[in-house]
């Protein structure tokens, strides 16, 4: 074998070596890889920016988040393809080097001619128009057609266990609308537990809120690509219940220790211990220039709030000064990751009246702008 021809062979091999090996750590790898020279990791640090970029410039608020929607199930499709077609160009590579004789192609295949063998051996289409006539070329082609059967039944089984966690990660989203309001906020949610549950129901609450947190640890460590999904709703997202969940927490850690504050602590250390993996997952870097979430005048209409539901606070300064070193402890992760996943964090207390999505719909919104646009008639009138 010449020197050029060796060349090939291990040029086709780190190929598909590659191409393997990161499929391997994408799909079947139930652990975070912490190693940043990965073709799924740079494949998503430039087109998720890049994606995200082009749809903040479209012009409605609307069309912004249904682009920013397929951005997800679309990216996977294209990391499919990029594997599919990276493996079949380094099979016909190595055939090339190897020199594979082709029945039924000309005396000297040309490169095209090895890629359509490569793409029908690894796609397993068996057409009998093309066959190696050479030992090591039958084998190989026999390792292609066995790989390309393996890698497509991997990949067909990983998209029933991505929209698996995503179903069960949306399920406690779709719960806080009736707690908490949509988006979700921790005043809404401990007003109303205030006014008309006992401690028992906000105890099996943080229970349930510290294995959510932990599932969506565990998937979104295995599937980053999880992240990028979002909610149903556009106000919603999985960021913005867990922002709700720490808050909460930190809320009653903070100055409502009658209430259940062990639990509280647990949901806390979870939600807390999602939000800095996700984070580091991402690579990205915590904030602390944001602006402040609870500046005077909502920390006054949150403990307001708490008032009217029945949560007297012992003392309110030191209420504030315990949260906010509780809040240090995770806003600056929730902060960083809302920018990079473009996902809004919802308030501590909300600023408008809060309309639960089960209480509206399109056509009722839709009926009242009609009634409004209607009223302005008549007035001009």
Known sequence: MSIVALIETLVGAAIILVVMADAFETILLPRRVSRRLRLTRIYYQFTWPVYKRIALRLLTLKARYAMLGIFAPASLLVLFTAWAIALIVGFAIVHISLGTGLKGMTDAPNFDEYIYFSGVTFLTLGYGDVSPIDTLGRGLAVLEAGLGFGFLAIVIGYVPVIYSAFSRRELEISLLDARAGSPPTSA????????????????????QWEVWSAEVLE???????????????????????????????????????????????????NARHTAVDLAQTFLRVPLTDRPDRLDSDRARRLIDRLNSAGLALKDEQEFLVKLRELRELYEPFIQTLSEYCHLDLPPFVSDTPVIDNWRTSAWMRRSRRLEELAGHDDHAD
């Open 188 to 207: 809404e949610f401990l007003a109303r537990m205030g006014e008309h549950c006992d401690e028992e129901i906000l105890l099996d609450y943080f229970e």
């Open 219 to 269: 998937s979104h460590l295995s599937f980053p690509i999880l992240a990028f999904f979002r909610s149903q709703h556009d106000n919603q997202s999985w960021l913005a219940a867990l922002t709700m969940m720490l808050d909460t927490s930190a809320i009653v850690l903070a100055g409502i220790p009658e209430f259940c504050p062990y639990h509280a602590r647990l949901a806390f250390a």
